[in-house]
């Protein structure tokens, strides 16, 4: 048994049922977002954090996952749990990344765990920390902004 924040005790496999329904995708359990693949590097970061955004605006489990990330605090296979999830959910950037990279669109030095915290960092602070909009025009600005200062 695990215990989230002010929810008392449950079983992990409630916790753990979280992962295939996030995604909204359950054919795709490991990589809840599509890996995009268009002409530009650019387009396809702004498909990926847009489709973000949608999902921390209207997915059941954004309701949700503050507990689990306090229950992986203190629980090891809540923790583990979570830990897949969270590198699923990073995949798809770190696959767009690295092709923009290759392509020469984005810098050889380029830290890929450094541009996904500056590309979804700002979602998740407005989600759960400011409560503002977490809108796809925001997504874009976010887009724009650290891809130009990459």
């Known amino acids: 048994m695990a215990t989230a924040h002010r ?3 449950f079983p992990l496999g409630v916790v753990g049922a979280i992962e295939p ?10 990589a809840p977002l599509s890996t995009y693949r268009t ?7 702004i498909a990926l ?3 973000l955004a949608h999902l921390l605006r209207s997915a059941k489990w954004t309701s949700v996952l503050p507990s ?6 203190r629980d090891p296979d809540i923790a583990d ?3 897949t999830l969270q590198r699923g959910y990073s995949a798809p950037f770190e ?11 984005l810098p050889k030095k380029t830290d890929a765990a450094i541009l996904i915290a500056a590309l979804t ?7 759960w920390f400011s409560r503002e909009p977490v809108s796809d025009a925001f997504a874009k600005q976010i887009v724009q902004r650290v891809i130009r200062q990459s």
Do not use: H, Q, W
Not at 21 to 30: F, L, N, Q, V
Not at 68 to 73: R, S
């Open 121 to 127: 960092g700002p979602l998740f602070y407005r989600r």
């Open 49 to 51: 954090v847009t489709n």
């Open 68 to 73: 689990v990330i306090d229950a992986a605090e």
């Open 95 to 105: 696959t767009v990344i690295e092709r923009a990279v290759r392509k020469g669109e």
């Open 81 to 83: 749990m979570y830990s």
């Open 7 to 9: 929810l008392g005790p």
């Open 21 to 30: 329904t996030c995604c909204e995708m359950p054919a795709r359990k490991s």
């Open 39 to 45: 002409p530009e590097a650019s387009r396809d970061v």
